[in-house]
């Protein structure tokens, strides 16, 4: 099993990768504030003009920067809730945490888009509901990069090599470059040539498996040739 390029920060880029966090955590939030109060300068206008189109319009655009602010900081408090160690754990099948996983994403998996799941994945020792947040990130993701691709495609699978268990999650979307593969595990960054928030999924999703003892790696040969993040664990 290929671990890929190791994305975790050496002990010197602590403290900048905390000051990178903060600062742009910050620079996220201050746009949709700015959103909302622009906007409400112009409710009472619209209201003053009986303009109710114009102002419901506006309170729509409000309510979308409350609720990217919200999310905003649902994610954080989750990126810093996952790395914390596991309390109880508990035979769980992987097969079950896909399905849930999946469940979960019925509203964002985009119809086109074929999934196939192995029948066999194996058990390991885990946080059900912690596996299923890092796989359903991992899916998410993954229909992201093959949305608009022909013939879209994500399979799920398992590998078993020595004392460890990989759950290999594939798609044939727009791929990564290999040098900027450590960049993505690395909370708000952007990706060269990509547009829209960078986000912490992934590295949401990495966080959980290290706290399970073990790790998420992805790999892709290049842009336009898919992607396979692996999700390690110990084997027992």
Same mark, same amino acid.
């Given at each position: ?5 190791? +994305? ?23 746009? +949709? ?22 102002? @419901? ?26 790395? @914390? ?104 960054? @952007?990706?060269?040539?990509? *547009? ?20 998420? *790696? ?19």
């Amino acid at each position: 099993m290929n671990p890929g390029p190791d +994305p975790r920060p050496t002990d010197s880029d602590d403290a900048w990768d905390a000051e990178l966090l903060v600062n742009a955590v910050a620079h996220d939030l201050k746009a +949709p504030l700015v959103t909302i109060q622009g906007f409400l300068a112009g409710l009472e206008g619209a209201a003053r003009a009986q303009d109710w189109e114009r102002f @419901q319009s506006d309170s729509q655009r409000i309510q979308r920067a409350c609720s990217r602010m919200r999310q905003l900081l649902d994610d954080l408090r989750e990126f810093a809730h996952q790395g @914390q160690s596991l309390r109880q754990t508990s035979r769980v099948s992987l097969a079950a945490v896909v399905a849930d996983a999946l469940e979960q994403l019925a509203g964002v998996q985009p119809e086109a888009v074929s999934v196939t799941v192995d029948q066999d994945l194996p058990e390991i020792q885990g946080d059900r509901l912690r596996l299923m947040r890092a796989v359903q990130n991992v899916l998410e993701n993954a229909f992201r990069s093959v949305c608009g691709r022909q013939s879209p495609s994500v399979d799920v699978s398992a590998i078993r090599q020595g004392d460890r268990i990989g759950l290999l999650i594939r798609d044939n979307g727009q791929g990564i470059s290999p040098e900027e593969i450590p960049r993505i595990f690395q909370p708000y960054r @952007q990706l060269s040539g990509r *547009t829209g928030a960078s986000g912490l999924g992934l590295a949401i999703a990495q966080r959980i498996a290290r706290a399970h003892g073990g790790d998420l *790696t992805l790999d892709s040969p290049g842009i336009g040739q898919g992607a396979t993040v692996t999700l390690t664990f110990p084997r027992d």
